[in-house]
């Protein structure tokens, strides 16, 4: 208990003693915290065994190094630093890819829904929804998941294990997206359905729900940072995968055994007015929800 008061101030102990190093492990776990040990001496064995990580230096005891999780080849402080960003950057990437990937399905759901609600054929055919979620979505949620490091990623705070990878602001994210792409594309189907024809609204909304991933992707790409100040070009994979699948995207539409295939119609300037407005508004809503979040994560960190 005494320990446990200390370290509520106290940041650096000195000439401790080997239980004091068990105590102080115990003290900060039964505080919260997730400790990492490192140690090279058979003194070291109960703390490096107790932390939640034990790592042991390649230089130290045999004793040491069978009981730690982790042996370092290479006796320096900075090698664990660069684990734990690459851990963060790990996270990061599959919260991304896992906020992309959900956002596109469920607007798709939202579109279906709203065609069995007000009784309409259905919005889009099961190998068009293939298309989009394999073809579209599948190639460029490979590149996002080799993203780059973030700029502030060691700036935040250590994450807890217990927390789900679906954050409060990836489940904001994935609502906010999922929503307006699904709403967008109800309207469209409903309006180009009862004016044109089934072909054509189903066409409308296709090419809706499949571009806008191909654009908003570069707006989740950085939860943290603004879609306009990014960094274009750090990640040519996600560049060369947005432009082949919208190449296919455009071929589906273009191609005539394509087109006939996914049962799709021609789309002039006027329809694609529609399909850029959705696109263009879903990276606003998403760049709001970031602003927020951005403004809360500041003050959080002006506190700590």
């Known amino acids: 208990d ?41 003194n070291d064995a109960p703390a490096l065994l107790r932390a939640d990580i034990g790592i042991a230096l390649g230089s130290g005891t045999d004793v040491a190094k069978g009981i730690a ?4 080849l290479k006796d320096d402080v900075s090698v664990i630093v660069h684990s734990i960003q690459e851990g963060r950057v790990i996270l990061d990437n599959i919260r991304k890819v896992i906020l992309f990937l959900l956002s596109d399905s469920f607007s798709e759901i939202i579109v279906i829904i709203f065609s069995l609600i007000f009784k309409l054929p259905l919005a889009l055919t099961v190998a068009q929804i293939l298309w989009i979620n394999i073809i579209t979505d599948g190639i460029t949620s490979f590149a996002l998941a080799v ?62 729900l499949a571009v806008d991933s191909l654009v908003y992707i ?50 002039g300037m006027f329809e694609w007015l529609f399909v850029i407005l959705e696109a263009f508004t879903i990276v606003v809503a998403i760049e709001v929800v970031k602003f927020f979040y951005n403004k809360k994560f500041a003050l959080t960190k002006r506190r700590i």
């Open 218 to 267: 570069f707006a989740v790409r950085s939860i943290s940072t603004s879609f306009f100040r990014q960094k274009f070009f750090s990640n040519p994979w996600l560049i060369a995968t947005v432009a082949i699948a919208f190449a296919l995207q455009i071929a589906a539409m273009y191609i005539p055994a394509l087109a006939g295939f996914l049962e799709l119609s021609y789309l």
């Open 147 to 208: 993203e780059p490091k973030e700029k502030n990623i060691m700036d935040e705070k250590p994450k807890n294990p217990a927390e789900s990878l679906l954050s409060q602001e990836i489940v904001v994210l994935i609502g906010v997206i999922s929503g307006v792409a699904g709403i967008f594309a109800s309207v469209y189907f409903y309006w180009f359905y009862h004016t044109v024809n089934l072909e054509m609204a189903r066409t409308v909304v296709f090419a809706t």
């Open 2 to 42: 005494e320990i446990r008061a200390i370290l509520k101030t106290a940041r650096v102990f000195a000439r401790v003693s080997p239980e004091h190093k068990l105590l102080l492990v115990r003290a900060l776990k039964e505080n919260g915290e997730i400790v990492a040990m490192t140690g090279d001496g058979v």
């Open 69 to 72: 999780d982790i042996i370092l």
